[in-house]
């Protein structure tokens, strides 16, 4: 059965940095688009970046636009999220989310066709 874990959370200060993995076990990674969601404390979940399967594509939310990078390494069967210029406001639990059947290679998935979800990592941004 598959499973997604997200590992490389933590505890870091204001203006640092930080890299989040995803890793996908039972299945192939590469025919599958990949997202990165956070949700702070009473708020809504939301995608803050996707990356299509092919890799040449990705999108991010502006909030987060110009200091964070996804990746992916289909070898390893793990996706990334690096997070550089952290802020309080970043504060969350982070989802990596998986949809299986992207309908092109360079489709970026929005919010609705996710498939799968890990269990969520907490990072913390102290000021």
């Known amino acids: 059965q598959a499973r997604l874990e997200e590992s490389g959370g933590g505890l870091v200060e204001a203006g640092g940095s930080l890299t989040i993995s995803c890793a996908l076990s039972?299945?192939?990674?590469?025919?599958?688009?990949i997202g990165w969601f956070r949700q702070a404390p009473g708020k809504e979940r939301d995608l803050v970046a996707a990356i299509s399967q092919s890799g040449r594509r990705s999108s991010y939310a502006d909030s987060v636009l110009g200091r964070f990078t996804i990746s992916r390494d289909n070898d390893k069967n793990t996706a990334f999220l690096q997070m550089n210029s952290l802020k309080p406001e970043d504060t969350a639990v982070y989802y990596c989310?998986?949809?299986?059947?992207?309908?092109?290679?360079?489709?970026?998935?929005?919010?609705?066709?996710?498939?799968?979800w890990g269990q969520g990592i907490q990072v913390t941004v102290s000021s």
């Open positions: 039972g299945r192939p990674l590469i025919n599958s688009a």
């Open positions: 989310a998986i949809d299986f059947g992207p309908p092109s290679s360079d489709y970026v998935s929005p919010q609705h066709r996710y498939d799968m």
